[in-house]
């Protein structure tokens, strides 16, 4: 096995319901070395907090390029396993995508299932065979890629929340049967739509930590494999400076008390 394939499989072998793997996420070489350093066995990036850094919004906004050359800097100062958050994939094809995920040293991947342009559901069938035909490619690269299918009913779906509890459900179901290793349902917090989550899609599911959503022990409990924090570190540590600048404007002690 080449060391992306091994990595790929550390990556896979993370995700166990109710034992989740826990991804505080980095934005930068800087922010990964820190992950890596508290003892985290993987790094994922956001794309929201590297837009951030790079100059960009969210949503398509970076350049592919640039989005590559950032997740390249983080897998190049970890030793552990990299997952990058893609958003939709740039509009590169299944085949290029997976080619620029592994030079870049990325072994595993977040793909979204809404059109970052207007935010709309991509039809399930569509996210379907798209993700269907990045595990082919990835099969036939051999790069063992790690993918995290992101669900976002409860960002833009419509109807009662148990219709699109349902729905979640359905694509969740769709998007294993298509190779994904992981399903994301972004958003989802209440501990008993999670627990359907959990129950009801038949792998892996994972959950976005944010204020209001259960600690990491009750997500355990209730059947989560993996546990992210998207772009909310990156926003303390910006909410951190913003203090300490404003401290700095004032003529105040910028630093903490001990």
Same mark, same amino acid.
């Given at each position: 096995m080449t060391e992306l394939q091994k990595k790929a499989a550390a990556l896979r072998a993370l995700h166990v319901p109710g034992d989740p793997v826990v991804l505080p996420n980095a934005w930068d070489a800087a922010s990964a070395r820190a992950v890596e350093a508290a003892g985290f066995p993987a790094v994922a990036t956001g794309s929201a907090a590297v837009a951030d850094v790079l100059g960009y919004e969210d949503g398509h906004d970076t350049p592919a390029d640039e989005m590559f050359a950032a997740v390249a800097r983080i897998s190049r100062v970890v030793t552990v396993p990299v997952t990058a958050d893609v958003e939709r994939g740039y509009g590169l094809k299944p085949a290029e995508l997976v080619?620029?995920?592994a030079a870049a040293g990325a072994v595993g991947c977040n793909l979204e299932d809404s059109d970052p342009a207007t935010g709309a559901l991509v039809d399930a069938a569509e996210q379907a065979d798209f993700l269907a035909a990045v595990r082919a490619a990835a099969t036939e690269a051999g790069s063992g890629l790690v993918v995290n299918a992101r669900v976002?009913?409860?960002?833009?779906?419509?109807? @009662?929340?148990?219709?699109?509890?349902?729905?979640?459900?359905?694509? =969740?179901?769709?998007?294993? @049967?298509?190779?994904?290793?992981? $399903?994301?349902?972004?958003?989802?917090?209440?501990?008993? $739509?999670?627990?359907?989550?959990?129950?009801?899609?038949?792998?892996?599911?994972? $959950?976005?930590?944010?204020? =209001? $959503?259960?600690?990491?022990?009750?997500?355990?409990?209730? =059947?989560?494999?993996?546990? &992210? %924090?998207?772009? =909310?570190?990156? !926003?303390?540590?910006?909410?951190? @400076?913003?203090?300490?600048?404003?401290?700095?404007? !004032?003529?105040?002690?910028? %630093?903490? &008390?001990?």
């Open positions: 080619e620029r995920l976002d009913t409860f960002i833009h779906g419509s109807g @009662t929340p148990d219709e699109r509890l349902a729905e979640a459900v359905e694509r =969740g179901r769709r998007y294993l @049967t298509a190779g994904a290793d992981c $399903v994301y349902p972004i958003l989802a917090g209440d501990p008993e $739509v999670i627990g359907a989550l959990a129950r009801e899609i038949g792998g892996p599911i994972n $959950v976005l930590m944010r204020p =209001g $959503v259960p600690p990491i022990r009750d997500l355990a409990a209730l =059947g989560v494999a993996r546990v &992210s %924090f998207g772009p =909310g570190i990156h !926003r303390a540590a910006q909410a951190f @400076t913003t203090r300490m600048l404003d401290a700095i404007a !004032r003529g105040d002690d910028p %630093f903490p &008390s001990a």
